[in-house]
T-cell receptor, first 111, second 111 residues
Framework: DAEITQSPRHKITETGRQVTLACHQT?????MFWYRQDLGHGLRLIHY???????NKGEVSDGYSVSRSNTEDLPLTLESAASSQTSVYFC??????????FGEGSRLTVL | DQQVKQNSPSLSVQEGRISILNCDYT??????FLWYKKYPAEGPTFLIS?????DKNEDGRFTVFLNKSAKHLSLHIVPSQPGDSAVYFC??????????FGAGTTVTVRA
């Protein structure tokens, strides 16, 4: 079955460290997204990509970057982790307008 | 600016009764709306959608009502079951394939 997987599922890091969260999907979807979930804010879009070599900023992109070198993967990098980036991160993919398919999430704690 | 708003962070309902979740939006040009359901430690999953040309869409125990003049939609769950205890997000397409999500409503179904 096609799926979308995130790793690691849980990570604790220190302020200032670089962190990369992996996202891998086997649906062959062109569109991929990274959201963060925070209490009171719901799901907010960080970055997204509509295909290989395409990346775009979402509404909360400061301090994050992504790269898209193939269809399957969209890794999210925190260049210098800050405590404000403690959150649960969700990767999602879609082929057309409408339904997104989400991964199970990566819980990041920045101490 | 949050284009999709869920103003009720939580809802508690007795098993067998109706759950009504509300969502307001600001952009009258949205083509459709979606509801997602999220269990703890899992990613959100698509629940039900409604096109802007309709005022109601029903799928089993779940019904979405759309009031375009009020820029308001609601999700009705009848009858509510313990397995419905989850966080529910409403969402709308802000452009291309991007979805904007509300802050979510946590539903607790009491036995």
């Amino acid at each position: 079955d096609a799926e979308i997987t995130q790793s690691p599922r849980h990570k604790i890091t220190e302020t200032g460290r670089q962190v990369t969260l992996a996202c891998h999907q086997t649906w062959n979807h062109n569109n991929m997204f990274w959201y963060r979930q925070d209490l009171g804010h719901g799901l907010r879009l960080i970055h997204y990509s509509y295909g290989v070599q395409d990346t775009n900023k979402g509404e909360v992109s400061d301090g994050y970057s992504v790269s898209r070198s193939n269809t399957e993967d969209l890794p999210l990098t925190l260049e210098s982790a800050a405590s404000s980036q403690t959150s649960v991160y969700f990767c999602a993919s879609s082929e057309s307008a409408g339904e997104l398919f989400f991964g199970e999430g990566s819980r990041l704690t920045v101490l | 600016d949050q284009q999709v708003k869920q103003n009720s962070p939580s809802l508690s309902v007795q098993e067998g009764r109706i759950s009504i979740l509300n969502c307001d939006y600001t952009n009258s040009m949205f083509d459709y709306f979606l509801w997602y359901k999220k269990y703890p430690a899992e990613g959100p999953t698509f629940l039900i959608s409604i096109s802007s040309i309709k005022d109601k869409n029903e799928d089993g125990r779940f019904t979405v009502f759309l009031n375009k003049s009020a820029k308001h939609l609601s999700l009705h769950i009848v009858p509510s079951q313990p397995g419905d205890s989850a966080v529910y997000f409403c969402a709308a397409p802000v452009s291309d394939y991007k979805l904007s999500f509300g802050a979510g409503t946590t539903v607790t179904v009491r036995a």
